[in-house]
């Protein structure tokens, strides 16, 4: 019997460690036969004392692009963040300080180029409580969660593979799980052994 | 005792100006934590105007980042930008020639966690930096009575 050539499917779903959903995970899926993934020009806007989004993921050589919304001036920080997994990438320590948007224009903005995989923690120097996350990943099937805690993959490579989630409040590194991808659909739930802070408003 | 007292007083005269700003606002105000018009007629130069408005903010918020329950919440924050958004905020508050621009009280504590626990110990911060000024006591409740409302804001946590 001929082994079917298609893609398989992979849904991963992440959940807290009282098995409630948990949006805005990161689920990495390697292949056996690594595939990069594609630069990308993003934007992280500072809105409502957030950053919208607030966890980003992107590859390595992408220009990330810092916008102010807010009324007042944000100082925009990244350094390693405190999640497990491969630190920060090299020469991603950054801050710069953009001014406030005002009537008639938008606020600061700066650019930073990411060259490494890892994950970056972003904060604010002049409002300690915001919070942001840039995961810069070294795999071109990475997803962030859903509302449902759900990630779905429709162009994995068929075979082995591993996968990896990463969330930012998850400071022990959860062991990757093999997978092996064929013509059916695989169906993972991955618990987090914490249960994430709820944001307000 | 007396800072307990000063607290509840505070939050009584609070009560009784919010019902005002709601009596004298016809439209929704963006802003009801930072009004301006509920000044008291010279609570500014009580406080001693911008440069004892300065004076008091940077002893309290030195109070505040040293503070053993509630310091780690401003761990993050340079103390100097804090500083400029309180001096604003509070000389506004007492009628002083000034504009706070910065977020909504709501924007800015929504992450924090805050209970009423943290709030009131901030308040005993603020009241001991007030004395440590040499402002007086009934001076003391007038700011306080302006600042009170803004715990339906900031705390979060019940």
């Not at chain 1, 409580?129 to 779905?152: C, E, N, P, Q, W």
């Amino acid at each position: 019997m001929a082994a079917s050539a298609t893609a398989g499917n992979v849904q991963v779903q992440v959940l807290d460690k009282e098995g409630r959903p948990v949006p805005d995970a990161v689920v990495v899926v390697y292949p056996s036969a690594a595939v990069a993934p594609v630069a990308s020009n993003v934007t992280i806007a500072q809105q409502r004392m957030r950053f919208q989004p607030l966890v980003t993921v992107v590859a390595p050589g992408s220009r990330v692009r810092f916008t102010n919304l807010d009324r007042w001036d944000h100082h925009i920080r990244g350094t390693p963040s405190a999640g497990a997994g491969p630190g920060a990438p090299a020469g991603t320590n950054f801050e710069m300080r953009l001014a406030g948007a005002t009537a008639d224009a938008t606020g600061g903005e700066a650019d930073v180029a990411v060259h490494e995989p890892g994950a970056v923690l972003l904060g604010c120097h002049l409002h300690g409580s915001m919070r942001g996350h840039l995961f810069v990943t070294d795999s071109a099937y990475t997803l962030k969660t859903d509302t449902d805690g759900i990630a779905r993959f429709d162009q994995i490579p068929e075979g082995t593979a591993q996968l990896r989630v990463w969330h930012p409040e998850q400071l022990v590194d959860l062991p990757r799980r093999a997978l092996q991808i064929g013509a059916a659909p695989v169906l993972e739930s991955v618990p987090l052994s914490v249960v994430p802070r709820r944001r307000r408003l | 005792m007396k800072n307990t007292t000063a607290l509840y007083c505070a939050l009584l005269l609070a009560g009784a100006s919010l019902t005002g700003v709601h009596a004298q606002t016809p439209a929704a105000g963006s802003k009801p934590t930072v009004a301006a018009p509920l000044a008291p007629a010279d609570l500014y130069a009580a406080l001693g105007e911008k440069a004892g408005i300065v004076r008091l903010v940077d002893d309290f918020v030195e109070r505040l980042v040293r503070h053993p329950r509630i310091g780690s919440q401003f761990k993050d924050t340079k103390p100097a930008a804090l500083k400029e958004g309180l001096v604003d905020q509070f000389c506004q508050l007492s009628g002083g020639p000034c504009v706070y621009e910065g977020p909504d009280m709501a924007e800015l504590h929504a992450d924090m966690d805050i209970n009423k626990g943290d709030f009131n110990a901030l308040v005993e911060a603020l009241q001991a930096a007030m004395d440590a000024q040499g402002i007086a006591f009934a001076q003391q409740n007038r700011l306080l009575a302006l600042l009170a409302p803004m715990h339906r804001d900031i705390i979060t946590v019940h």
